[in-house]
């Protein structure tokens, strides 16, 4: 398994604001996924970020709102810019473990909240 | 949208009961994974079962998976207060592409009392 860490936990953050996250992976892997839990809601996946290329957005999601880098195989960052109350969630990331099972494992979380 | 819809939405039960959860889902799939969240944290990882298997034993837990219905059932046997938490199924967001993002399930919530 992957252990995963995030940074902040949490936040609260003003309306027009913008907030990074911090995603990093004790191992080094190919492929990091963010994904964005509104209140009460399930896991929606934002974007796949890959090292050395651009991060890979959903439908309904753009890199003006949540630019991602990726500069290494162990570190991410997903930032939310210009944000707004809508944007008060959960977001984690998670990557794939090393071995060939497919197990995906997820951080704990940045909980926060826009007001 | 969603590509798993679990059932039930809910689920009150006291401890010591058996608890099941299923989970359907639309399109063709490498592998399914169930995970467990306490109150808004991080998603633990549970039980990943393949779609060339049928069901799957991981302590108290028992998965099954029946590809013909494109549905899976999670059960916790003897259920604790400590089991409450919400509970979702996830699958691949690429069909035929394991290893890549996934797409989760509304989500069970599991409350045991004791």
């Known amino acids: 398994s992957a252990v995963i860490s995030q940074k902040p936990s949490r936040d609260i953050c003003q309306r027009g604001t913008s907030l990074t996250i911090q995603c990093q992976v004790d191992s080094q892997v190919t492929m990091m996924f963010w994904y964005r839990q509104q209140p009460g809601q399930s896991l929606t996946l934002i974007a796949t970020a890959n090292q050395g290329s651009e991060a890979t957005y959903e439908s309904g999601f753009v890199i003006d709102k949540f630019p991602i880098s990726r500069p290494n195989l162990t570190f991410s960052t997903l930032t939310v810019s210009n944000m707004s109350p809508e944007d008060s969630s959960i977001y984690l990331c998670?990557?794939?473990?090393?071995?060939?099972?497919?197990?995906?494992?997820f951080g704990p979380g940045t909980r926060l909240t826009v007001t | 949208s969603q590509q798993g819809e679990e059932d039930p939405q809910a689920l009150s039960i006291q401890e010591g009961e058996n608890a099941t959860m299923n989970c359907s889902y639309k399109t063709s799939i490498n592998n399914l994974q169930w995970y467990r969240q306490n109150s808004g944290r991080g998603l633990v990882h549970l039980i990943l079962?393949?779609?060339?298997?049928r069901e799957k034993h991981s302590g108290r837990l028992r998965v099954t998976l029946d590809t013909s219905k494109k549905s899976s059932s999670l059960l916790i046997t003897a259920s604790r207060a400590a089991d409450t938490a919400s509970y979702f199924c996830a699958t691949d967001v690429r069909a035929n592409q394991a290893g890549t993002a996934l797409i989760f399930g509304k989500g069970t919530t599991l409350s045991v009392s004791s």
């Open positions: 079962i393949r779609s060339n298997e």
């Open positions: 998670s990557v794939v473990g090393g071995d060939s099972s497919y197990e995906q494992y």
